[in-house]
């Protein structure tokens, strides 16, 4: 399966700033079938971007993601207090389908 | 606009097995090209997935799971279920249902408890 490692764990930023998250798989993912989400406490995750770079429905352009080989990136531009939250990324090239564990995005 | 809603017990005692359901609205779940999807996620920690099926039936079941788990269709009441068995504690977590492979629609979720 593939083991997809996030970095940091956690990134302590304040609004207005930038923020770079990083996701990389222990193998190469098939035509970048990549997705980030947003998941806040208590709710479900939100898909943020599919394809590595797409963005879903009703997203901000704040949000942009990106591949290079096996790393891939969700770079949030100007942070916004809404954007701390927990992200994460997951593969659906291959069964089973992973998750990372998960970068922890909080206010400096 | 598209809603989907878990339902079932709370709490499961050890070795029996956890049933949940998820009601679609808003589209029919013989529509399109979707794939309806389970999810987990234990209490604090990050997402797993369970697996899918399609409207005729067709599943895909995470390996780390398959030996317990049914994924099954109901077409006609807009319906999916998760049948897994013998669960333990471990097996307490937020299970998710959602559509699609990478979903944009998710239900809300709901806490199952494998306690005696």
């Known amino acids: 399966e593939i083991v997809l490692t996030q970095s940091p764990g956690t990134l302590s930023l304040s609004p207005g700033e930038r923020a770079t998250l990083s996701c990389r798989a222990s193998q190469s993912v098939s035509i970048n079938y990549l997705a980030w989400y947003q998941q806040n406490p208590g709710q479900a995750p939100r898909l943020l971007i599919y394809?590595?770079?797409s963005r879903a429905t009703g997203i901000p352009d704040r949000f942009s993601g990106s591949v290079s080989g096996t790393d891939f990136t969700l770079t949030i531009s100007r942070l916004e207090p809404e954007d701390f939250a927990v992200y994460y990324c997951?593969?659906?090239?291959?069964?089973?389908?992973?998750f990372g564990q998960g970068t922890k995005l909080e206010i400096k | 606009q598209v809603q989907l809603q878990e339902s079932g017990p709370g709490l499961v005692k050890p070795s029996q097995t956890l049933s949940l359901t998820c009601t679609v609205s808003?589209?029919?779940?013989?529509?399109?090209?979707?794939?309806w999807t389970w999810i987990r996620q234990h209490p604090g920690k990050g997402l797993e997935w369970i697996g899918y099926i399609y409207y005729s039936g067709r599943t895909n079941y995470n390996p780390s799971l398959k030996s317990r788990i049914t994924i099954s269709v109901d077409t006609s009441k807009n319906q999916f279920s998760l049948k897994l068995s013998s669960v333990t504690a471990a097996d307490t977590a937020v299970y998710y249902c959602?559509?699609?492979?990478?979903?944009?629609?998710w239900g809300q979720g709901t806490l199952v408890t494998v306690s005696s």
């Open positions: 959602a559509r699609g492979h990478y979903p944009r629609d």
């Open positions: 394809g590595a770079s």
């Open positions: 808003g589209v029919s779940i013989i529509s399109g090209d979707d794939y």
């Open positions: 997951q593969q659906y090239a291959y069964s089973p389908y992973t």
